[in-house]
């Protein structure tokens, strides 16, 4: 299975605003604080900017938030990089290509 990146990273993004936003940070603060440009900080909250580790360490110790609290459970990206489907009776969680080419075999005439 592959895991759906751009959930990913929006969730983390979504994770690290609420800190700083909890905390009261302005963009420009948190990044000045992590050695980032504020630009880089709308992107990587915004999941467009895939941060790397050391990144996301560095904003991690500038928010006071242990790493792991990013990081969506096992569930969580499951969820993310699966979609419910009907086969029969009974309801699966498939990738989403998966889906796809059964929709298709499911609609040629």
Same mark, same amino acid.
């Given at each position: 299975m592959r895991v759906n990146e751009t959930e990913l990273y929006r969730t983390i993004g979504e994770r690290l605003r609420a800190r700083r936003e909890e905390l009261g940070?302005?963009?420009s603060a948190?990044?000045?604080e992590a050695g980032l440009r504020r630009t880089s900080i709308t992107n990587i909250e915004a999941g467009r900017?895939?941060?790397p580790l050391h990144v996301l360490y560095a904003l991690c110790l500038a928010l %006071?938030?242990?790493i792991g609290c990013l990081l969506p459970s096992? %569930?969580?990206v499951l969820e993310q990089s699966t979609v419910t489907v009907e086969?029969?009776?009974e309801k699966k969680r498939i990738p989403p290509e998966a889906a796809r080419v059964l929709e298709t075999l499911l609609t040629k005439p």
């Open positions: 940070l302005k963009q948190l990044a000045a900017q895939k941060a %006071d938030l242990e096992n %569930d969580e086969l029969g009776r």
